[in-house]
């Protein structure tokens, strides 16, 4: 695809932005250690050699005891494996990740629940939480669930906020008027209140999880969007290459997307981040309060709450808060970085 | 506990019990035939509608005269409790100010009615309010008095006479009598009080009120049983003055009145602090004071409870010194956040005392509904039992110190049958019962599947966040046997709706039983409480039966042959039939595995302040809490000697005693 020469310019200019450039590409670094997690972060073993056979278990089905001539036909527990091999001295081996626990595996069947202080000797690095679960593990998971959730957030957001907006912005008159006195209606509606009372209304088991909660809340989170995208339509309508097109014979929808939308563009990328900061925050607001994800699926919010209730364990209510906040002000910055790039304005003088 | 029903299934440690609450609600419209239930707009009056209420229902409320009295009881055996030990100890001082916490400001003062079960009741009825006659609570099966002052039973016409004590007053001064016991009954019964439970349970269990004369009266029971006296005399009589102005508004018109209390606690209206705390206060002169079986108990003056919403900010609270003693529940608090090493323990500003009990512990468990596809497959239910590890969960979640529940009906002093033993976790034994049941292959995910390609998943629903841990701990061993577990942790309205319209395939639940001789059963395991029109003329299941809503029967479970066994144990005169009779019941329920033996725990933990004193036992052995009978006192000399330490910096001896005179063995 061949980039328009502006956006050749904006994008430089958001590379030459130090500050944001650097927090885009941390970003994504992080995004990319979610999307590898089971690569790293697993009780499932990255390769197994065992009688001269190699077994690869991080992905797809699992791998039942017997496989490994244990005998047991549920999954086999690698962190035994590993040690009974080790011992064996068969030629048999198990390569584990990093850290070799699974997110919502109680590493100590049989012990106490408590949660353990980090420990590098036994890898938990941020330690344990009340339920004897590895905090890094349930970090980068539930950072991996807070991702898809805000884009899927965006995407939906995005898609009635631009669909609405540039409806109300093109058409004008009662449709304007109506939607406008609707969208009011609508966004005084207390939201966190009333996403957990929808939500506590609907089935939540497991099976659920992250598709109905995200409905949830882009059902009361979808009118902001459609603030900018009216208002933006408006002022591109009123140029005279639409006139052009309408008089060449452009259909509305052929206005809208092939000639409006392109220009109101800067304006949806700006907002890009500061949605997902949304997102991500309202996820874990929901979360805390115990209305968002199903358990046992990670999330942050959780883990906040496991924290501030175990304030003698501080390691877990620092570990959620760090991230957290890492993650948000990483998205500030490259919004910022985003909007100072889309400036027309280059240099911007204070009085 | 009295006979009253708490609809709240959140507040396990609380008083009462759901039971009948739910399963009475189509009895409702039945029970009385009062036309100002059709017509509220024509309510004459409460003297007027008692009146008319009394002459419509005349073999119901009986009036004789003293003479009357006598010629009826004569050669009865009067009992006074008077041989019985008494619990409170002698050494109590009267007097000084207790600060305890309570989790919320109660909705209502009323003690009936919406919102009148939050937890705050205990402080309005359950720990507080008089009966006439109370069981003791170390002596199962014997009785004291309170407010009536001897009893007599006539077990030939299922009768129980009472003389009420005259010295007996209201808190407001206003002397308890029959008119009280009257009106009463007509309250319990009325269609008026918009509860159906008590509506039921009124009518049900008595078939006749006599009122011989202002002190004198005898209660008729509909059926005999072994604890006729419990049932007759463990009632909390209300002031007829009072309620005046009952009526069909009496919800709205009585929500913020303090209803005169014949216990020794009262509210004064200056001491209700909305939203931030109440406290209660010592009724002046109270009547009580030096009778045997209420004297040295109720020793604080004053019992001021703060509102603290959050149980951790409790604890904190606690450990700061802004309460004096707190009932502990967590494992976790108990071990960690009081843990040895603490400041506030390891000064001996904190006693942790361990108390073991004996009451009917709620029965935890998982509540498999048999109305659910695959769940109607007894091999699939067996599975489950074999492959729900709670005795992980008794290890780590409650470190021990739970046990599993041997049958449905524990606690009652007695075993209901020896035979029936809980079943281990056994990931091999359930995966056999899961190829019986048609489940063999197992999926990439390591769920079984059957041959027509459904997944061995269900989903257990629980109200109860605080146990949201238990249910991971399940969730990760039942997939051992191939077994999935989805989680659903609801909170208690929307939770509460769906188990009780039988939509959930499994509850992780629990009902709060009352402390009593022998369990209940038709309640949560009779057919017509699963289905309206359970089986067919022959017995076999009616193909076109409708799920039961709003009952307590979570399992849908509808066998004839324990339907007819429950309603044998229900008419039961003996506590041998009934023990026979239970055995079977326990083992039929066994049998069909519907109720997976979950947890409980032998004793409650109190941690406390050391100026508070305790009689030589700590507690009676039918105690939920520490709080429930009142048998603490504040120490003067100990308070100012502590904390007089306190501000030296001095630490006190460290006191963490175990009461276990009432283990079980």
């Known amino acids: 695809m061949e980039l328009s020469p502006q956006a050749r310019l904006q994008l430089r200019r958001f590379r030459s932005l130090k500050r944001g450039f650097g927090s885009f590409l941390a970003l994504l670094f992080l995004s990319l250690l979610a999307l590898l997690a089971e690569v790293l972060v697993s009780n499932r073993a990255l390769l197994v050699r065992y009688d001269g056979r190699l077994y690869w278990p991080s992905y797809g089905a699992i791998h039942p005891g017997h496989d490994f001539g244990l005998n047991y036909p549920y999954e086999t527990d690698y962190r035994a494996l590993r040690a009974q091999f080790a011992t064996a001295h068969q030629g048999n081996w198990v390569l584990m990740p990093i850290i070799p626990f699974g997110p919502n595996e109680n590493c100590y069947p049989g012990q106490t629940f408590t949660p353990r202080a980090p420990d590098l000797t036994l890898r938990h690095y941020l330690g344990t939480d009340q339920i004897n679960r590895d905090i890094l593990a349930r970090l980068l998971y539930g950072f991996r669930n807070s991702l898809l959730f805000s884009a899927g957030f965006i995407v939906l957001v995005y898609l009635i906020g631009v669909v609405v907006g540039c409806a109300m912005g093109y058409f004008g008159g009662w449709l304007d008027l109506g939607m406008q006195r609707i969208i009011e209606i609508w966004s005084l509606l207390p939201f966190l209140l009333v996403v957990i009372i929808v939500r506590s209304a609907l089935p939540t088991g497991t099976s659920f999880g992250l598709g109905l909660l995200l409905l949830v809340v882009v059902l009361f989170a979808w009118t902001g969007m459609t603030y900018y995208t009216r208002s933006a339509t408006y002022r591109e309508k009123a140029r005279d290459y639409v006139a052009a097109a309408q008089v060449l014979g452009a259909g509305p929808a052929r206005v809208l997307f092939h000639h409006i939308l392109p220009n109101i563009l800067s304006i949806l990328v700006t907002f890009l981040p500061f949605t997902a900061a949304a997102a991500i925050a309202s996820l874990t607001a929901l979360d805390y309060l115990g209305f968002g994800l199903p358990p046992p699926m990670p999330s942050w919010g959780e883990l906040l709450r496991q924290g501030t209730g175990n304030l003698d364990a501080p390691w877990i209510v620092a570990s959620a808060f760090c991230a957290l906040s890492l993650v948000l002000i990483l998205i500030t910055f490259i919004g910022e970085a985003i909007r100072e790039a889309f400036d027309p304005k280059k240099f911007m003088v204070y009085r | ?665």
């Open chain 2, 1 to 665: 506990m009295t006979h009253s029903f708490r609809s709240s299934l959140l507040w396990p440690l609380g008083a009462a019990t759901l039971i009948f609450g739910a399963c009475s609600k189509p009895a409702g419209p039945e029970v009385t035939s009062a036309p100002a239930a059709t017509a509220p707009a024509a309510f004459p009056g409460m003297e007027a509608d008692l009146q008319r209420t009394l002459k419509e229902q005349s073999s119901f409320y009986i009036f004789k005269s003293a003479s009357d009295f006598e010629q009826d009881t004569k050669g009865l055996t009067w009992e006074d409790g008077a041989n019985e030990p008494e619990y409170g100890d002698p050494a109590a001082k009267r007097g000084g100010t207790l600060t305890l916490a309570t989790p919320d400001f109660p909705g209502t003062f009323r003690w009936i009615g919406p919102d009148a079960s939050d937890p705050f009741r205990e402080f309005l009825l359950d720990y507080v309010a008089s009966v006439f006659v109370r069981p003791h609570p170390n002596l199962p099966g014997q009785y004291t008095p309170e407010l009536a002052r001897e009893w007599a039973v006539d077990l030939a016409h299922k009768t129980v006479y009472f003389r009420l004590d005259p010295d007996a007053r209201w808190s407001d001064g206003v002397p308890l009598t029959t008119e009280d016991v009257v009106f009463s009954w007509y309250y319990y019964r009325s269609p008026l009080l918009n509860e159906p439970w008590y509506n039921d349970f009124y009518t049900k269990t008595y078939s006749a009120l006599t009122v011989y004369d202002d002190y004198n009266f005898s209660l008729t029971l509909a059926e005999l049983k072994p604890d006729m006296v419990d049932r007759a005399g463990n009632v909390n009589p209300l002031p007829k003055h009072f309620f005046k102005e009952f009526g069909p508004d009496w919800v709205q018109k009585y929500n913020w009145r303090i209803t005169p209390t014949l216990g020794a606690y009262t509210i004064r209206e200056e001491d209700i602090k909305r939203p931030s705390s109440i406290t209660l206060s010592y009724v002046k002169k109270w009547w009580g004071q030096d009778k045997r079986f209420l004297r040295y108990r109720f020793n604080p003056d004053r019992v001021h409870l703060t509102v603290i919403r959050d149980p951790d900010k409790t604890i904190e609270a606690f450990l700061r010194g802004d309460i004096d003693d707190l009932p502990v529940i967590s494992p976790q608090a108990w071990y960690e956040k009081m843990s040895n090493d603490h400041p506030a323990v390891a000064s001996g500003f904190t006693v942790k005392a361990t108390f073991y009990n004996q009451i009917p512990p709620p029965d935890f468990g998982l509540w498999i509904n048999e109305a659910q596809p695959l769940l109607g497959d007894r091999n699939v239910r067996l599975g489950i039992q074999y492959a729900s590890n709670f005795k992980l969960v008794c290890q780590q979640y409650f470190r021990g110190d739970a046990a599993i529940q041997k049958t449905v009906s524990d606690g009652y002093g007695w075993d209901p049958n020896p035979e029936v033993k809980p079943r281990p976790f056994d990931p091999q034994k359930a995966r056999e019962f899961f190829a019986k049941a048609g489940f063999t292959q197992q999926g990439p995910d390591g769920v079984l599947t059957n041959p027509q390609g459904q997944r061995l998943s269900f989903t257990i629903t629980t109200i109860y966040r605080r146990f949201q841990d238990v249910l991971v701990v399940l969730k990760q061993e039942a997939l051992k046997a191939g077994l999935e577990f989805n989680l659903e942790v609801l909170d208690q309205t929307t939770g509460s709706q769906k188990m009780e319209e039988k939509k959930c395939e499994i509850t992780l639940a629990a009902y709060n039983r009352t402390v009593e001789m022998y369990p209940r059963y038709w309640e949560s395991y009779s057919g017509v409480n699963a289905y309206d029109v359970p089986y067919l003329a022959d017995g076999s299941p009616n193909p076109n039966r409708k799920v039961k809503i709003n009952t307590n029967n979570l399992c849908s479970i509808a066998i004839p042959a324990l339907d007819e066994l429950i309603k044998q144990y229900d008419k039961a005169e003996t506590m041998e039939q009934t023990k026979i009779l239970a055995a079977k019941i326990e083992q039929m329920i066994y049998d069909d595995g519907c109720w997976v033996n979950g947890w409980k725990i032998p004793h409650y933990w109190a941690a406390y302040r050391p100026w508070i004193k305790w009689p030589a036992d700590f507690n009676v052995m039918q105690s939920r809490d520490e709080w429930e009978f009142w048998l603490m006192w504040i120490d003067p000399d100990a308070q100012k000697a502590a904390l007089e330490a306190k501000a030296a910096g001095r630490n006190l001896p460290r006191q963490s005693p175990i009461y276990d005179r009432f283990k079980e063995p």
